[in-house]
């Protein structure tokens, strides 16, 4: 079966044929995955940029961890009917260290992950464990089921934000986990959402098509001037980043209310300079979200099926698996938002 797997410790993807996917151990179940989305983070790891030298060890592996498709074969002790719709949730926990053993099973030191330490979802089929999949509800098709892992690590971070009603919020960096954290923001009753990003043109226009529209572009005046003009001279209340580029998360505490929190959920290839003192006198609280907790999933779920097509114009680009590579350059260029692969 064609499969898109990083094969070495460098630059690029590989499109090629592998073996098909195993039969199921009895905990196991086989997916036939009908849509894979590209994540931020499979770019990171076909550039081969700073802090994927986890993935070694695992190599080669099939990668893709945002999916969605059918069970067509699962193991007596599943927990999955064959025919069910799933979403896979991509973190395995080992179920035996420390944290697992007092059920904090999220903080598990030898957790592996489908997509980038084992064999994901850029391919037809894919033999997980049962455990990892999550029955889709029945408004929601598997195309929308494939974005539930980015839309989770966006809820998460709204969660650790504590956005609240009338809140006015600032979301930094207009890509798919900025969407997701502008919609679950406005899911939570922020009142005014506030979109910045950097000349990020078809970004914007999915902010756009999503509902969004107090946009700041950057690139056109600082970020401080933006926010002022926009919401008449005040600090906003909630500044959620989602941007990978460090300079931003000093740019947004500058907007940031007395005693409001920033919530960091880009993943940042370098270190931050921080003027503590300014941080200390404005109280200001600085947290980090990364991925998403188990209850989580429950709540995005919930809230994709009331309202399923609210959600689709996140997806900007389909296209086969066998064109994967221009996915994947899409991306890489920012002239694409979500790419969705069709195994
Ligand atoms: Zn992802
Ligand atoms: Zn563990």
Redesign the pocket.
């Known amino acids: 079966m064609l499969t898109l797997r990083k094969t070495s410790a460098g630059f690029g993807l590989n499109l090629g044929a592998i073996d098909e996917a195993p039969s199921p151990a009895a905990r196991e179940v086989t997916v036939e995955v009908e849509f894979a989305g590209i994540c931020g983070s499979d770019v990171h790891a076909y550039e081969w940029t700073e802090g994927y030298g986890f993935m070694v060890p695992h190599l080669p592996i099939v990668m893709g961890h945002e999916f969605a498709g059918r069970v067509v074969k699962a193991g007596a002790a599943a927990g999955v009917k064959e025919g069910t719709r799933v979403t896979v949730m991509p973190g395995i926990?080992?179920?035996?260290?420390p944290?697992?053993a007092r059920g904090d099973?999220r903080n598990?030191?030898?957790?592996a992950s489908i997509g980038l330490t084992r064999n994901g979802g850029f391919s037809r089929f894919v033999t997980i464990p049962g455990a990892n999949c999550l029955p889709l509800p029945e408004t929601v098709d598997t195309e929308l089921g494939a974005l539930t892992e980015p839309l989770g690590v966006g809820c998460e971070a709204v969660l650790t934000g504590e956005v609240g009603l009338g809140d006015t919020v600032l979301v930094m960096g207009p890509g798919t986990i900025g969407q997701a954290i502008a919609l679950f923001a406005r899911a939570a009753g922020a009142t005014r959402v506030l979109i910045a990003g950097k000349a990020d043109g078809p970004r914007f226009d999915v902010m756009r098509d999503l509902g969004f529209t107090d946009i700041l572009d950057v690139a056109e005046a600082p970020l401080r001037d933006l926010v002022m003009a926009a919401t008449g001279g005040r600090a906003v209340d909630v500044v959620l980043e989602a941007t990978g580029y460090p300079p931003s998360v000093t740019d947004g505490l500058g907007v940031l209310r007395k005693s409001g929190v920033l919530v960091v959920a880009g993943i940042h290839p370098g270190p931050l300079t921080l003027p503590l003192t300014d941080f200390v006198r404005a109280r200001h609280q600085l947290r980090a979200t990364h991925g998403c907790a188990r209850p989580t999933w429950d709540k995005v779920l919930g809230l994709m099926a009331r309202e399923p097509e609210s959600i689709r114009p996140m997806i900007s680009h389909r296209l086969p698996l066998a064109r994967g590579i221009e996915g994947f350059e899409l991306a890489r260029q920012r002239a694409a938002s979500k790419v969705m692969l069709r195994p």
């Open positions: 926990d080992c179920g035996v260290c944290n697992c099973s598990c030191q030898n957790r």
